[in-house]
């Protein structure tokens, strides 16, 4: 092979990361260009060194590695290395190319390097990620939302989202005293968020329950939502049906 | 302590002692008519008024014998109470006996003058036997509550050491562990071995399964020590165990793996969570009678976990709550930048 894959190790463990070096180190073709301990530290060197593969532990502190992923710009191939057997399928979801046990062999590691390198053979150096994230059903719902507002990242408690606006391909997450913009669908956080919680009142906006302070009737059969800081949010007809269904009115 | 009475919790000995009254009174009528020709309406009056009479105030008796406990309560109290409440009760009774007589027997004047002073003695032979009947009571249902309370005791210690071979083998302990182990064998195989037997050290404590509730309290320091040590080579400058124990805590006695879910608890929410050092601390002394076990650490709040208090917590304070009957020996604090619980472990 011709050229190396560059690849950045995301492990928060400096022994499982040591451990990983020097596996890396005598396999030819891998070029290890960078080392994060963190989320914060991943997704700033992903975007900045355009990396082909990044190793990537799930369970880390600050943001996981499935939040990491959402605030990509650049999508490398990914190989997630964990001890949790659970999240092999979203993993997959996550069109990653391989994913390891920990504790994994140097066999096991060589396998999913070859997996990689016949991926950007037929693919290229980016993956598609991102595409297949978007609408991934979920066990459990949400309890905090990852944004990045230009170099900053915010996590945002999932209880501190007031409502949602959506803005063509992104959406607009309206907390007290900020917003944030996040590129998800409208559909992904209808379900990912808790229905008993947030409800659905029209196709641009998704509402949370306590921050509703009155609904008005403003013409025959239509509504509007006023917020307690007197936001007025239009209320559509399968929307007052979802108001009902939560509201129990 | 349950003052309730026996005849309300536990509705079949009232069935039972109306039962034996009613037997008793039929007996009692019958024979006084067949054999002494008394009138079976007078017989019946003279019974309700007298027998009978004490079978509805004595079961005021069982709260007397709950002031007054065999156990708790010296010899002199005792009898000095009973003494007291028996000539209370026995006035009582005579002076409504002698009310119902008055109303209803045909004779009142002579059976007063005649039968009043053998039933003063009467009075107080059925207080006694009264007092030997409700001290059996209590004493059975003091017995089955403890037989109650040791099962359920040992349904939490079975709990715990599930609990705490549990998180031994789950991902995030077994597996990153290993991880190192695989990792320090090619970098430092002196320390991959330490770690392997430290490893196996902690797991045959978890094994032992005793059926001891009881440890000394060095041992179970010892135990959990190792547990830090363990996610120390995992975790490095992350983690900072200190310890900071007075020697006269160490033969304290303390129930059988209770601390391992505080640590477990330390590490999942305060070290796993952050990226700059977390103190782990624990801080051990006695006071008074109590070995006082402080443990805290430093976390940060702002990445959110639900937290409530989790079955490790739980268990320590259903433990507690049976061991010494005392609700209140664990202590639960949250500031948003430390969490602390604090134990206080009776010492006899």
């Keep these: ?249 | 302590m349950d003052f309730k009475h026996p005849f309300i919790s536990w509705p079949r000995l009232a069935i039972y002692y109306v039962l034996f009254w009613v037997f008793a009174a039929v007996v009692n009528i019958l024979l006084r008519w067949i054999a002494y020709d008394i009138p079976p309406g007078t017989a019946t009056v003279e019974f309700f008024a007298m027998p009978f009479m004490f079978a509805i105030i004595g079961t005021s008796i069982w709260y007397v014998i709950k002031f007054s406990t065999l156990e708790n309560n010296s010899v002199f109290r005792i009898i000095i109470s009973h003494v007291i409440a028996a000539s209370i009760i026995v006035l009582i009774w005579l002076y409504f006996g002698v009310v119902f007589i008055k109303l209803l027997h045909p004779e009142p004047e002579a059976y007063i003058d005649n039968r009043i002073p053998i039933n003063i003695f009467m009075g107080y032979a059925f207080y006694m036997m009264y007092i030997v009947f409700f001290y059996a009571v209590n004493y059975y249902q003091g017995f089955k509550e403890k037989l109650r309370n040791e099962g359920k005791l040992k349904g939490l210690i079975k709990e715990a050491e599930l609990h705490a071979l549990k998180s031994q083998i789950n991902p995030h302990f077994l597996f990153n562990s290993l991880n190192s182990i695989s990792s320090l064998t090619m970098s430092d195989p002196f320390k991959a071995q330490e770690m392997v037997i430290n490893l196996s050290s902690l797991m045959r404590y978890s094994l032992k399964h005793d059926q001891i509730d009881k440890v000394p309290f060095h041992e179970e320091l010892k135990n959990n020590r190792l547990y830090l040590q363990i996610e120390k080579v995992r975790f490095g400058n992350k983690l900072n165990p200190l310890f900071e124990v007075d020697e006269d805590c160490l033969e304290a006695q303390i129930p059988n793996m209770i601390l391992q879910p505080l640590y477990e608890n330390a590490i999942k929410y305060g070290v796993y969570e952050a990226t700059e050092p977390v103190d782990v601390v624990t801080r051990c002394k006695m006071k008074g009678n109590m070995l006082e076990v402080v443990i805290y650490n430093n976390y940060d709040s702002s990445v959110r976990s639900k937290r409530g208090e989790g079955i490790g917590l739980r268990n320590i304070r259903d433990r507690l709550q049976i061991i010494y009957n005392n609700p209140l020996l664990m202590k639960v604090e949250d500031n948003k930048t430390d969490f602390k619980v604090t134990l206080a472990i009776p010492q006899n």
């Design chain 1, 1 to 249: 092979m011709s050229e190396k894959i560059r690849t950045i190790i995301v492990e928060d463990e400096e022994l499982a990361r040591n451990l990983l070096k020097s596996f890396l180190k005598e396999v030819e073709n891998i070029e290890v260009v960078a080392e994060c301990e963190n989320g914060f530290e991943g997704v700033k060197m992903i975007n900045e060194l355009k990396p082909d593969l990044v190793f990537l532990d799930i369970q880390m502190p600050k943001i996981t590695g499935f939040e990491m992923l959402e605030l990509l710009e650049h999508k490398p191939h990914i190989i997630f290395a964990t001890a949790y057997d659970q999240y092999a399928l979203k993993a997959f979801e996550y069109n990653a190319a391989d994913y390891l046990l920990k504790p994994y062999s140097k066999v096991r590691l060589n396998e999913a390097i070859e997996k990689v390198a016949e991926r950007i053979k037929s693919e290229g150096t980016e993956s598609e990620v991102a595409d297949k994230v978007s609408n991934y059903p979920r066990e459990e719902y949400l309890d905090r939302i990852v944004v990045k507002d230009r170099h900053k990242i915010n996590i945002i408690p999932a209880d501190e989202v007031r409502y949602i606006e959506s803005m063509d391909d992104y959406v607009m997450i309206y907390t007290t005293g900020s917003r944030h913009m996040k590129q998800k669908t409208m559909k992904y956080f209808e379900s990912a968020l808790d229905p008993n919680n947030f409800i659905r009142i029209h196709r641009s906006y998704i509402v949370k329950v306590e921050e509703i302070n009155e609904i008005q009737q403003y013409e025959k059969e239509s509504y509007i939502v006023i917020l307690h800081d007197k936001t007025k949010l239009k209320v559509s007809k399968t929307g007052y049906k979802n108001l009902k269904e939560v509201l129990n009115f």
